[in-house]
């Protein structure tokens, strides 16, 4: 499904234009890290396009990290009727590069970089428990597919189950 995007300097545009409905999709943590300051966080995993409380045929602007789950989220309010469902080029660093307003908070581990530490720590093993039984080495097996497998599908199973830990779990939080 082709999503519409737009860039951080026409959204800027739009925003000092007049108000304008900016979700972040990003978990709590990376949220309260750095965000733009009138984006409103509802993360993916509980992004429920009829309890956003907005018109579904008003434009709706979606940002993530880097672009990837804002477009998983623009897909799903599109599937919902929202036909203005527009994601942000380059996600929240573009639009800070950009020079809209952000807001910096606590600084947090990012999801990709758990994903890296967790894969690592779970090949490292596996290869390190094949010295006790050579079938463990399976352990490396499995998490290299499932790397694979997100490659090629631009779907993480270790990052979905990674933004439900309660690191990352913090209340989601409107802009003020």
Excluded at 31 to 54: I, S, Y
Excluded at 70 to 83: D, I, N, R, V, Y
Excluded at 128 to 156: E, Y
């Amino acid at each position: 499904m082709a999503v519409s995007t737009i860039s951080p300097a026409r959204l800027a545009e739009l925003a000092k234009a007049g108000s304008v409905v900016l979700i972040d999709v990003r978990t709590p943590a990376e949220f309260e890290e750095v965000h733009v300051a009138f984006a409103r966080n509802v993360p993916l995993d509980q992004l429920d396009p009829k309890a956003l409380g907005t018109d579904p045929a008003a434009p709706v602007f979606v940002v993530c990290q880097k672009g990837g789950r804002g477009q998983k989220a623009c897909e799903k309010l599109a599937a919902a009727g929202f036909a203005q469902a527009t994601n942000v080029e380059g996600g929240t660093l573009a639009c800070a590069d950009a020079g809209l307003p952000v807001v910096r908070g606590k600084k947090t581990i990012s999801l990709e970089r758990q994903v890296r530490i967790a894969a690592g720590a779970l090949v490292l093993l596996g290869v390190g428990l094949s010295f006790v039984h050579p079938a463990l080495v399976g352990i490396a097996g499995f998490v290299g597919a499932g790397l694979l497998f997100a490659g090629v599908t631009d779907t993480c199973g270790m990052g979905m189950l990674l933004a439900r830990m309660p690191w990352n779990r913090r209340k989601p939080t409107c802009a003020a």
